[in-house]
């Protein structure tokens, strides 16, 4: 296969991404612009506790009803079988993603968290996991769908795969920064493969 590791983001790629970050944010009474992590990493005391409280209530919400994307499973299993090692990186709390994995008989080897500092898209929350699992970054596929996943990956060095699975598969701006764009998670195979890749950056 093209690479050694695969680390997948959760909410979104490997699963429905359910989480009403609008919602979110007007109950915390924060802007639109900037990550609601890291608008709560500027909160003290009792403001922060009531933050994450919302946060974990609307996460644990989503964790309980998020079906998980077609392709997933299979996409795990023939990594493993391949003798591809396997990770997620994700900013969702450690028990929602164990409730989420545990739900869809999801594996991957190793599991990073927000409790795993630092989050997405700071480049090492993607480098400590390839210095863990003794990989190269250039053997290394990061999977996401969102803007994050993209920015970490290119301050990591490594490959990134775009999953179109938001507005409705709509190729957004920041699809740029892949390199490669898939649209069903099975497409992943032919890339690792070594698989050719479409002018538009879409897998072939």
Same mark, same amino acid.
């Given at each position: 296969?093209?690479?050694?590791?695969?680390?997948?983001?959760?909410?979104?790629?490997l699963?429905? +991404? $359910?989480?009403?970050? !609008?919602?979110?944010?007007?109950?915390?009474g924060? %802007?639109?612009e900037?990550? &609601? #992590?890291?608008?709560?990493?500027?909160m003290?005391g009792?403001?922060?506790?009531?933050?994450?409280?919302?946060l974990?209530?609307?996460?644990?919400?989503?964790?309980?009803?998020?079906?998980?994307?077609?392709?997933?499973?299979?996409?795990?299993?023939?990594?493993?079988?391949?003798?591809?090692?396997t990770?997620?990186?994700?900013?969702?709390?450690?028990?929602?993603a164990?409730?989420i994995?545990?739900?869809?008989?999801? +594996? $991957?080897?190793?599991? !990073?968290?927000?409790?795993?500092?630092?989050h997405? %898209?700071?480049?090492?929350? &993607? #480098?400590?996991?390839?210095?863990?699992?003794?990989?190269?970054?250039?053997?290394?596929?990061?999977?996401?769908?969102?803007?994050?996943?993209?920015?970490?990956?290119?301050?990591?060095g490594?490959?990134?795969?775009?999953?179109?699975?938001?507005?409705?598969?709509?190729?957004?701006?920041y699809?740029?920064?892949?390199?490669?764009?898939?649209?069903d998670?099975?497409?992943?195979?032919?890339?690792?493969?070594?698989?050719?890749?479409?002018?538009?950056?879409?897998?072939?």
């Amino acid at each position: 296969m093209k690479y050694r590791l695969v680390i997948f983001d959760m909410d979104g790629t490997l699963t429905e +991404e $359910l989480i009403d970050f !609008a919602a979110i944010r007007a109950e915390m009474g924060l %802007p639109v612009e900037g990550g &609601i #992590l890291e608008h709560m990493k500027r909160m003290t005391g009792e403001e922060r506790a009531r933050a994450a409280a919302i946060l974990d209530r609307h996460e644990a919400e989503a964790a309980e009803r998020c079906g998980v994307h077609e392709g997933a499973a299979e996409v795990l299993v023939r990594l493993r079988v391949a003798g591809v090692r396997t990770a997620l990186l994700t900013r969702n709390s450690r028990g929602c993603a164990e409730r989420i994995l545990g739900r869809h008989g999801l +594996e $991957l080897e190793h599991v !990073a968290t927000r409790e795993d500092l630092p989050h997405k %898209p700071h480049p090492d929350s &993607i #480098l400590n996991i390839v210095r863990r699992m003794g990989v190269e970054p250039r053997e290394t596929l990061m999977v996401g769908d969102y803007v994050y996943d993209l920015q970490a990956a290119q301050a990591a060095g490594v490959d990134a795969a775009l999953v179109l699975t938001r507005d409705g598969g709509r190729v957004p701006e920041y699809a740029r920064m892949a390199t490669v764009c898939v649209r069903d998670l099975r497409e992943l195979l032919g890339v690792l493969e070594g698989g050719r890749w479409g002018e538009n950056g879409e897998s072939t």
